[in-house]
T-cell receptor, first 118, second 114 residues
């Protein structure tokens, strides 16, 4: 099956610093990737849709200057949390869209990145 | 707008018992429906999906779900629970014709007791 990786799996940073999270589709090309945020014991909330070679589309209420998304290649999207604060601590999960002529498109999820801001 | 409601944030069953996790959806267009499982500190794994073909969908690990349009439901079942089924389960909906934007339910935590 299609595999999506995330790096790092866990990061702890000081308040005010920036953190970059990578999402890679390992065995397929993905023109579209998604970034989700999950608070403890809660569901996934879509933050933004990342399109290769163009600007990301952010969901309502998500600060695009706070959460910078870059999708520079067909296998890599990055999420940078700028000037992180404790309230940004969360589990960030990405997914990559695999286009399929027979089965339609399907999202494959990465293992997630646990961000803790001190 | 699409939405998903999962009834019961926590479900507890005995090993070997029937598992029933409830999901109701709201969609103004024919939906695609999904069930995902999440183990602690991990991403999501697709259990099964409904894409307007057969209404009874069989997935991995012995799970299945039935799409009932009249009830706007897509409940997940498994005849006999295993200890390894203990996890968080999410129902999700997307517009038909693509899997582009998933709307997730709040999730149901399944506990399996010996």
């Amino acid at each position: 099956g299609a595999v999506v990786s995330q790096h790092p799996s866990r990061v702890i940073c000081k308040s005010g610093t920036s953190v970059k999270i990578e999402c890679r589709s390992l065995d397929f090309q993905a023109t579209t990737m998604f970034w989700y945020r999950q608070f403890p014991k809660q569901s996934l909330m879509l933050m933004a849709t990342s399109n290769e070679g163009s600007k990301a589309t952010y969901e309502q209420g998500v600060e695009k200057d706070k959460f910078l998304i870059n999708h520079a290649s067909l296998t890599l999207s990055t999420l940078t949390v700028t000037s992180a604060h404790p309230e940004d601590s969360s589990f960030y999960i990405c997914s990559a869209l695999l286009a399929g002529a027979l089965t339609g498109n399907e999202q494959f999820f990465g293992p997630g990145t646990r961000l803790t801001v001190l | 707008a699409q939405s998903v409601t999962q009834l019961g944030s926590h479900v507890s069953v005995s090993e070997g018992a029937l598992v029933l996790l409830r999901c109701n959806y709201s969609s103004s267009v024919p939906p695609y429906l999904f069930w995902y499982v999440q183990y602690p500190n991990q991403g999501l794994q697709l259990l099964l999906k409904y894409t307007s073909a057969a209404t009874l969908v069989k997935g991995i690990n012995g799970f299945e779900a039935e799409f009932k349009k009249s009830e706007t439901s897509f409940h997940l079942t498994k005849p006999s629970a295993h200890m390894s089924d203990a996890a968080e389960y999410f129902c999700a909906v997307s517009e038909s014709g693509g899997y582009n934007k998933l709307i997730f339910g709040a999730g149901t935590r399944l506990a399996v007791h010996p």
